[in-house]
């Protein structure tokens, strides 16, 4: 007789292979940069040595998303501005800076689930990466992340000076946004125009299960306090 499953320990199976397979893809990471190094570091060519530093470093900034990424292990309260400036480093420093795209965060601390932060995290993360596909070509350009508490909600704006027309299909990365963006019980609004693209996302800091201080859903940019941040 088969074991039926209920769905509680499925999903606790599922969070337990992601988190193996996670586990696994870091020390791949780990193993890669490790060679690359050491190929480095025995080559007498400075121009291989040169290509190959820059081959590491380049793994070093993907590991570093990576690692970002990782679904966490608890659901802790954290410093959500903290933890997106992490992120939007190592995407700057593996996605970004060879192409001469400039990633600016302007950001005001305040604490999040850190479930809820691994979430937002995938999505910046993937239209980020859509921006830096799509919008801009070799000459480069910016790309600006706005995330901001608005009482019981959170605002996060991702916005660029690109092309502004979305060049590309809807496929799969947008799949991830839709999924994201239902997760958090949040709105999304994407417009594309002459001067970029602007995403606005806007989710309850908490789920639905624990209680919120308003149920009033902000419908601009926070009026508190900004700090701009730009990604080195």
Not at 19 to 33: D, G, M, Q, S
Not at 177 to 190: F, H, K, N, P, W
Request: aromatic residues 4%.
């Amino acid at each position: 007789m088969s074991k039926i499953v209920a769905p509680a320990e499925s999903r606790l199976d599922g969070r337990l292979l992601l988190r193996e397979l996670t586990h696994r893809v870091n020390n791949e990471l780990a193993a890669a940069i490790g060679m690359v190094s050491i190929s480095a570091a025995r080559s007498c060519d400075p121009e291989v040595k040169s290509l190959l530093a820059a081959v590491a470093d380049r793994l070093h900034g993907y590991a570093e998303v990576h690692q970002s990424l990782t679904m966490p292990a608890h659901d802790e309260h954290i410093d959500a501005a903290a933890y997106l400036r992490r992120l939007c480093r190592s995407i700057s420093r593996s996605k970004l800076d060879t192409r001469g795209i400039a990633l600016d965060l302007v950001e005001r601390p305040f604490l999040m689930g850190a479930e809820r932060c691994w979430r937002l995290g995938m999505m910046i993360c993937e239209i980020i990466t859509n921006s830096a596909r799509h919008a801009f070509d070799e000459s480069g350009g910016k790309i600006t992340v706005e995330l901001q508490p608005v009482g019981a909600f959170v605002s996060c704006i991702v916005a660029d000076n690109g092309r502004g027309a979305p060049a590309y299909r809807a496929g799969h990365g947008s799949s991830i946004i839709r999924a994201v963006v239902d997760s958090l019980e949040g709105t999304l609004d994407q417009n594309f125009g002459p001067c970029g693209a602007v995403t606005t996302l806007i989710f309850p800091v908490e789920p639905a299960t624990r209680p919120a201080k308003s149920l009033r859903r902000p419908t601009s940019r926070s009026a508190g306090i900004s700090m701009p941040v730009t990604i080195p």
